[in-house]
Each structure stands twice: as structure tokens, then as C-alpha cells.
């Protein structure tokens, strides 16, 4: 066949491995690592599912190789402890059966041990070592390892990979980015030894060509190797592309692939994990700059998920190999999507960090657009029903149009009804914010793949009481979302105020000085996208801190957005809105106006209950999903909805 997409599609051989495309799995830490370090039989599920999904390779993330000085809560590989080599086995079985290559990542944290354990006092209580003695940011103070250890280390890293490849593990990847060990050796923000590690790059290059070289003996000479590594720092006393062209350039002789990220450990996470802020592919040119200086085949990642952009990188040399992590949870298939040149039915990652947030929260992992992730075991397949139902659903927006979609793949006969004449709900509003986009066009994509599956979709059309005595539907899935709160504040109901779920509608009616009221997550970016429009933007809000519904990865980068574009007014209480602004109490209890010639409300939404209580009767099995049940987030409404089809 003809493939639309050839060169990301075609295969590549490393030694004497080949990868069935150019698409690899990067490194996502587990889901349930066992209190002494094993691979949980989650974890296994999860890193098989990308496998089943069509990547070439599947790297599992992330296994800390000295636990003497690295005291990180992550996957260890120890003949010495039980089950240790067996969950390794059968989690790179799991991948290799579906034709991925299973790749480990081998890594040692340095000075930030414990960076994985949900219990952060923990980790200061750790004895953090790194190449030179000092104090952390934090105040935790660091040892400087010596040369026993670090001999030490460097035979780890070789003993882990030799256990990697008699687990069944064709590839090992040395994480030498991101603020690690082999990072922290690499950088003068870290390394300021005055021995052979440090100083001169050829010796602060030493301690990764050591581990690559005791690598390489435990492996032998045909397995693959990966090198990833920070193309640049992007932080003050960090090294530069140019630096890090000079280190790629160090290391290709002892390394297959040379897989180029970027940014430092706390200082850049925005620019390693490439935020919504960011340009997709916004780190590609790094690794394209570092292929014009080495031989070796390069790895590029941060934040593909556009399969024209993917073949382009590889048709244009920029790289030969291309990472995704998230886009590969939001949709494990897209490598097979891609292959096949499915590219319309793709669902993209949404940026949104909910993914690395539920981590860093609770020790499992969550997807905004997928709800498999991190319950796997609960089962990927979806199971035809036993007995083929009638199922109404009431409301399009995302959680409505999963359940949708998953009734119907169940076999059964789903009616999908709107009032409204386009499907989404609330992501329709979405789409006049450039970096939201994606969550405007989620609605689509679900659309699309809803009516693949089958459902009948009726728009224009609202489910009431009479509607579904006239229907007799078995099941009645209740999805009609919620309405903006709108409190009875004088004059929030002027001209010259928008709704803030409305303001894609009436973007022209914005004026140049605007004035955001509510500095929620919704208020917060509508007030980052006017700002960035150039629109002098006035946020107010009653509590005194902003966007506290915002998950933990995302809020310091939104909150770093609205440091730069917005003027903020908290502990302000909105008194009443006139034609020249918003009259405020402020923290001193004195009367201000916060001046501005328009007014978007964003002071919260309200479930529909009363579309609840009326249809609550209306069929045998009901289930209220999504905002209508609780304003929550898009994540609970797939989930519920997702299951909701399920219990059917």
C-alpha cells in the first residue's frame, strides 16, 4: 500500500535490531512500583497498551540503578530482591508480543533523590549526593560523591543493563538530561569539581562515557544503546546548544542513538515537557542541530502530536527517529493511526498536564481525553453487550459524546442528542483561545468517532420528559452539563459584559482595556489570551490566590503567564459593574474601581440540576455524568461517561 505518511511509517535498524517505524514511546514512569522498587503488574499494562498502539519501541521509565545513593521511589532491577528480574520480564514480554521493542531507562537522580516519593518530607530526609558539595534550592544540602563511588555507580549502570537484557529488554536508554546524575556531571550549573570530572568538557563528559563504556560491556556489542540528553539547558549557568552540540559529539562513539530533549530539572519544565503555551514541536530544532554534527541517528521529542509535522522532521532530516510520551496516552493507537493513515481519527494530547499532575498527587496516572490510562487492568477492550439496548444520551459535550461512543461500540442502538447545533459544549468555547484549540477540536474528533461507531446524533434537539416518554429509551445517560454562574451583581447583565463561555461569540465586542472577573482557571487564561492579543487585562478576584482549580503542573506555568501579561487584583470582592469598570471592595476594605471598557464574567459554573430532577424517571437504568452530576473537570466527565456506557 501506499502510505501517506512514508517516512515516519518506514523502519529502522539499529545494530542489529530493527523498529517496525520511526514512532517510540518515550519514558512515562509506572503506576504502581512496589514499596521495593518492582515493576506492578499496572505499570506492565500500561507500557503495553503503547505497545499494542503501533510504536516501534516502548521505553520503560524509570529505573534508578544505585539505590545506595539514590534513594528515589522508582523501579530497581536487583537479583536480591524477590520478584524483581520476573516483573522486569514480564513487563518487556508484554511489550515485545505486539511487536514493539522493549527499552529500558536507566538513570541515577543525583542530588534530587526522591523526586518520585508523594511524601516530600521524605525526600529531605534523604542523603542527597551529586558531583560537587553544596546546597539545593530548597536547603537540603548535597555531598559530593567520591571517586569510589562514582566507580561504584558506573558498575551499576553496567549490572542493570546486563539484568536488562537477560529480562528480555532489547535496548537500554542512559538518561544523561533533564537535571539527572549524568546531567548534573555534564553541567557547570552543577559540576564544579576541580578532579577529572569537572572543569573542561572533556572532563565533566567523563562520568557518561565511563557509564556508556561499562554499558557496553554488559551488553554486548550489537545491542542498542541510547543516549538522551539535553540539546541545551535553557537556564542561567547551564550549558547552550553550542555546548551541547560539543557533548552529542563526545558520546556518539559509545552510543547507537543519541535522543536529544532539553531543559534542567524544576527550571524548565515548561520547555522539557512542552506546555500549551509552547509551540508544538518547540525543542525539534535542537536535535536537528545536532544531527548536522554527528553520525549517529537522533531521537527528537517535546510535545508531537501532529503526524504531518512528525513526517516532516523525518523527510527533512531533522531527525530519524521521533519521542512522544503524553500524545501517547491521550491515544495510544496513534502510531498505528499514522501507519495506516488515519490521521482525522487521532486524539490529540490536550497539553493540559492532568497526566502528570495524578501522579504527582496520588502515586497513579490519569488522562484528560482517554480514560484507560492507569486502569488498564480494568480492561482496553471494549465488550459487546450481552443484551443490545436503546440508549438516549442528553447533552454533546465531551462526557456525553465518550458515553456515546462507547454504547455504540457495545452494540447498542445510542441516540446522542443537543440542543444546541454543534456538539462540545463547553469546549466550543474554546476554540477562539489559540492554546486551547485543541480542546475545541477534541469535541470533533469525538464527534467523529461517534459517528463511525454508529451513533445517531440530533442536533438542534433537547431531551425533556416528553422527549423520552416518545423515545422509551432503556437506558438514559444525563449529560447536560452546566451553566455559567452569573450572581446578581449590579450591572453584570450591561452591554459592555461578556460571558466568559460566550466570548467566542463575541470577540468583536471586546474593547482594548478588559477587565476579567473571576480568576479561576477559566478566568486566568481567557485573561493570558487577551493579554497576549495585546489588550491591556484587569483580573479580579474575591480569594487571594488565583486559579486554585488548576492542577499542580499547570498552575505555575499559568500562573507564570499571567506575571507577564495581566495586572492582577486579589482579595478583591466585585461590588457592581459599570460602563467604566468594576467598583471592588478591596483587602482594606475601601471602595476602588479597577477601570476597563469591557467585562468578561468567569465567576464559575452551576450543574444543570433542574434538567436532572426532571429526567431523572425517565427510563430504567439513569446515570448523571460530567458537569451535571458536578462541576468538575473534563477528566471526570470521560471517565464517568466512558463507564457509564459500560454499566449499560
Given amino acids: 500500500m501506499t502510505r501517506k505518511f512514508p517516512h515516519v511509517s518506514s523502519p529502522i535498524t539499529i545494530g542489529r535490531t530493527t523498529f517496525r517505524n520511526r514512532i517510540f514511546s518515550a519514558p512515562m514512569g509506572g503506576t504502581d512500583i512496589t514499596n521495593d522498587g518492582c515493576i506492578g503488574p499496572k505499570s506492565t499494562a500500561f507500557y503495553e497498551l503503547r505497545a499494542k498502539g503501533g ?26 530482591i524477590l520478584n524483581s528480574l520476573a516483573a522486569a520480564t ?55 560523591l567520591t571517586q569510589e563511588q562514582i566507580d561504584d555507580i558506573v558498575k551499576a549502570y553496567g549490572h542493570a543493563a546486563g539484568l536488562a537484557k537477560r529480562a528480555g529488554f532489547e535496548m537500554v536508554m542512559i538518561h544523561g538530561g533533564h537535571g539527572w546524575l549524568i546531567n548534573q556531571f555534564l553541567s557547570p550549573l552543577f559540576n564544579h569539581r576541580s578532579d577529572s570530572y569537572g572543569g573542561s568538557l572533556e572532563n565533566r563528559v567523563r562520568f557518561a562515557i565511563e557509564v556508556l563504556q561499562s554499558v557496553r560491556a554488559a551488553v554486548g556489542p550489537f545491542f542498542p544503546i541510547e543516549f538522551r540528553m539535553s540539546g541545551a539547558e535553557f537556564t542561567e549557568g547551564g550549558y547552550d546548544l553550542e555546548e551541547g552540540i560539543q557533548i552529542a559529539q563526545a558520546i556518539e562513539a559509545y552510543a547507537d542513538i543519541i535522543h536529544v530533549s532539553a531543559g534542567t530539572y524544576q527550571k524548565t519544565f515548561g520547555i522539557t515537557h512542552p506546555s500549551m503555551f509552547e509551540a508544538h514541536g518547540r525543542n525539534v530544532y535542537l536535535a536537528a542541530a545536532i544531527k548536522k554534527h554527528v553520525s549517529k541517528p537522533v531521537a527528537t521529542i517535546g510535545g508531537l502530536t501532529d503526524p504531518a509535522m512528525m513526517e516532516d522532521i523525518i523527510a527533512s532530516g531533522k531527525a530519524d527517529i521521533v519521542y512522544m510520551a503524553r500524545q501517547l496516552l491521550a491515544d495510544p493507537e496513534t502510531p498505528q493511526k499514522i501507519m495506516e493513515g488515519r490521521d482525522a481519527d487521532i486524539v490529540h494530547c490536550l497539553r493540559c498536564f492532568t497526566c502528570m499532575a495524578e501522579r504527582a498527587s496520588t502515586a497513579t496516572r490519569r488522562c484528560t481525553v482517554n480514560p484507560l490510562i492507569g486502569r488498564e487492568l480494568d480492561g482496553t477492550e471494549i465488550q459487546p453487550a450481552p443484551v443490545k439496548k436503546k440508549v438516549l444520551v442528553a447533552g454533546a459535550g465531551p462526557g456525553g459524546l465518550y458515553a456515546a461512543y462507547t454504547a455504540a461500540r457495545r452494540g447498542h442502538q445510542v441516540i446522542l442528542c443537543e440542543k444546541e447545533s454543534e456538539v462540545g459544549g463547553i469546549l466550543k468555547s474554546e476554540q477562539a483561545i489559540p492554546f486551547k484549540r485543541e480542546m475545541y477540536e477534541l469535541g470533533k474528533t469525538y464527534e467523529r468517532l461517534a459517528r463511525q461507531a454508529g451513533v445517531e446524533i440530533r442536533l438542534n434537539t433537547e431531551v425533556t420528559p416528553a422527549y423520552a416518554a416518545k423515545e422509551k429509551p432503556q437506558a438514559l445517560i444525563i449529560a447536560a452539563g452546566s451553566r455559567p454562574l452569573v450572581p446578581p451583581i ?15 461569540k463575541e470577540k468583536a465586542k471586546v ?54 501579561y495581566v495586572h492582577v487584583h486579589t482579595s478583591y470582592k466585585g461590588l457592581a459593574v459599570t460602563p467604566e469598570g468594576v467598583l471592588c471592595e478591596d483587602p482594606q476594605g475601601q471602595r476602588v474601581l479597577v477601570p476597563g471598557d469591557t467585562v468578561i464574567c468567569a465567576l464559575g459554573q452551576r450543574s444543570r440540576t433542574d434538567v436532572v ?21 473534563i477528566t471526570n466527565a470521560v471517565y464517568w461517561g466512558y463507564w457509564a456506557a459500560l454499566d449499560i
Fill in 490 to 504: 449590579k450591572g453584570l447583565d450591561g452591554d459592555n459584559v461578556i460571558i466568559v463561555n460566550q466570548y467566542y
Fill in 613 to 633: 430532577e426532571a429526567l431523572q424517571d425517565s427510563a430504567p437504568f439513569v446515570r448523571v455524568i460530567g458537569d451535571a452530576a458536578k462541576v468538575s473537570t
Fill in 55 to 80: 510504536a516501534a519501541a516502548v521505553t520503560v521509565s524509570e529505573l534508578m540503578v544505585h539505590s545506595q545513593t539514590d534513594g528515589s521511589h522508582a523501579y530497581h532491577l536487583d537479583e536480591s
Fill in 90 to 144: 514480564y513487563t518487556a514480554d508484554a511489550i515485545r508480543r505486539h511487536g514493539a521493542i522493549p527499552s529500558l531507562e536507566l538513570s541515577h537522580s543525583g542530588q534530587f533523590a526522591g523526586t518520585y516519593m508523594t511524601d516530600k518530607s521524605r525526600q529531605h530526609g534523604l542523603c542527597q549526593w551529586g558531583p560537587s558539595e553544596g546546597m539545593r534550592p530548597d536547603g537540603v544540602p548535597v555531598k559530593a
Fill in 511 to 564: 474593547g482594548n482595556h478588559v477587565i476579567v472577573f473571576g480568576g479561576g482557571l477559566a478566568g486566568c487564561e481567557c485573561a493570558i489570551h487577551l493579554g497576549q492579543e495585546g489588550k491591556e487585562v484587569e483580573l479580579i478576584e474575591i480569594r487571594p490566590t488565583l486559579a486554585p482549580d488548576a492542577n499542580i503542573r499547570h498552575r505555575p506555568l499559568l500562573l507564570a503567564q499571567i506575571e507577564k
